[in-house]
């Protein structure tokens, strides 16, 4: 059985660094392109971006490009998404998603999410 | 342009037929992809490679469409079918994807 498993919700101050992560299981992770996928309060989806494991091709969305960084753990089937320094426009629902397999494709198995609240 | 554009709203009774359009530029030589949101959950896909049902998803979900505008049908509404719904598509060079605004389901 495929699973995502997102780390707990984060308060955070502007200016602070984050790294939230994404446990896998249940298949091959280097295979499956997987990204994150931003729910701002009440607004609709963004994708943040999309990495392939097996050869660390990462491709952001032009709005978040130099922004966050997407990596992953292949050891441990995780992938992460950090800030270096947050901003009050990061508050928003957090969405690790898998993606399709060589190619990128839809986004057919989702995480619970992960909700970052950042305070100015 | 890589964005899609998708009605805000759509509103049927049950047992009725509810068509929500997605329209972009990219689509015409891009795969589109449909989700559906309900409150405090997680996304889910209904449709993968424009017309192709997600294991598990009801046959009364359906996709089509061709060139710019594609279409996502549901045939005899539910009540449990009231929710957010989204396209996804790649962008023209398949570098980032991109979502639609999403349309609010309504069943009267």
């Known amino acids: 059985e495929v699973q995502l498993v997102q780390s707990g919700p984060e308060v955070k101050k502007a200016g602070e660094s984050l790294r939230i992560s994404c446990q896998t299981s249940g298949y091959t992770f280097n295979s499956y392109w997987i990204g994150w996928v931003r729910q701002m309060p009440g607004k609709g989806l963004e994708c943040v971006g999309i990495f392939y494991p097996d050869d660390s091709d990462s491709r952001y969305s032009p709005s978040f490009q130099g922004q966050v960084t997407i990596s992953v753990d292949k050891s441990i089937n995780s992938a992460f998404l950090e800030w270096n320094s947050l901003k009050a426009s990061d508050t928003a629902m957090y969405f690790c998603?898998?993606?399709?397999?060589?190619?990128?494709?839809?986004?057919?198995?989702w995480g619970q999410g992960t909700m970052v609240t950042v305070s100015s | 342009s890589s964005e899609l554009t998708q009605p805000p709203s759509v509103s049927v009774s049950p047992g009725q037929t509810a068509r929500i359009t997605c329209s972009g530029a990219?689509?015409?030589?891009?795969?589109t992809y449909w989700y559906q949101q309900k409150p405090g959950q997680a996304p889910v896909m209904l449709i993968y490679k424009d017309n192709k049902r997600s294991s598990g998803i009801p046959e009364r979900f359906s996709g089509s469409g061709s060139g710019t505008t594609v279409t996502l049908t549901i045939s005899g509404v539910q009540a449990e079918d009231e929710a957010d719904y989204y396209c996804?598509?790649?962008?023209?060079?398949?570098?980032?994807?991109?979502f639609g605004g999403g349309t609010r389901l309504t069943v009267l």
């Open positions: 996804q598509s790649g962008d023209s060079t398949d570098t980032f994807q991109v």
């Open positions: 998603v898998r993606g399709g397999f060589i190619t990128i494709g839809g986004f057919d198995f």
């Open positions: 990219v689509l015409s030589n891009q795969y």
